[in-house]
């Protein structure tokens, strides 16, 4: 079997996350890094790699991390003041985990274009 990635192992609390919200297919934590005053990833449970990676067999987990970020974006009260999603997909996409994951940054006027 493969080795885990860094994000299952915080789904299976091998490593300690700030979790703030998670169901039967995803769980939300706090970036280790925020680059915002909130900075949470969404993370599916199956260790997809990347979006490039997905096929039609993924479209229900794909929309769901979207419906997650609804969810998580009222409960922690910024749907009002508005957030960013981000994937970032391989090298030039600046990923650095290979677990597809959905950034939400909030909490601040967040720049456009984007660095
Ligand atoms: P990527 O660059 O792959 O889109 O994003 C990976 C994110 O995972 C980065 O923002 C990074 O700060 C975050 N990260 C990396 N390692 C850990 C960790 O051990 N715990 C948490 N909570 N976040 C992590």
Redesign the pocket.
Known sequence: MADKT??EK?ADRE?P??IVYEDDQCIC???????APV?L?IVPRKPITRISETTDHDANILGHLLLTANKVSKQEGFAESGFRT???NGND??????HL?L?ILAGRKLNWPPG
Request: hydrophobic letters at 40%; proline letters at 8%.
């Open positions: 860094l994000f915080i490593i996350a700030d934590f706090r970036d280790i890094n925020p680059q900075h990833l981000v994937i970032n996409g600046g990923e650095e985990v290979p994951h950034h």
